[in-house]
């Protein structure tokens, strides 16, 4: 199984960036995919969810309103959107995949994608 994290880059605050995390060996639509940041010198934090029955998601509430989770079955692939981005959002993402409902907490998540970089800055 390897997830695949890509999509971060440096933006201006207010902007946005789509985050795309990318499975192979196996079928994202069975499983939970959150994402989860780690800004330097902070412990990871779980930031979004979507779990694999009807879609359901569940997000920090430092990100309501300006993230939004969702997938692409055909691809395989599931997307962290990020509007209105603030420097504070600035740190490595992480997608990681479990069995069972949606969670933020990061210990129960099995597999984990390599992370990549937002900074945000004017």
């Known amino acids: 199984v390897q997830l695949q994290a890509s999509g971060g880059g440096l933006v201006q605050p207010g902007g946005s960036l789509r985050l795309s995390c990318a499975a192979s060996?196996?079928?994202?639509?069975?499983?939970?995919v959150g994402w989860f940041r780690q800004a330097p010198g902070q412990e990871r934090e779980g930031v979004s969810c979507?779990?694999?029955?009807?879609?359901?998601?569940i997000k920090v509430d430092s990100v309501k309103g300006r993230f939004t989770t969702f997938r692409d079955i055909t691809k395989n692939t599931v997307y962290l959107q990020m509007n209105k981005l603030r420097p504070k959002d600035t740190a490595v993402y992480y997608c990681?995949?479990?069995?069972?409902?949606?969670?933020?907490?990061?210990?129960?998540?099995?597999?984990w994608g390599q992370g990549t970089l937002v900074t945000v800055s004017s």
């Open positions: 979507i779990g694999s029955a009807h879609n359901n998601s």
């Open positions: 060996g196996i079928s994202l639509d069975y499983y939970a």
């Open positions: 990681a995949t479990m069995s069972g409902s949606c969670s933020l907490i990061s210990t129960r998540y099995r597999f």
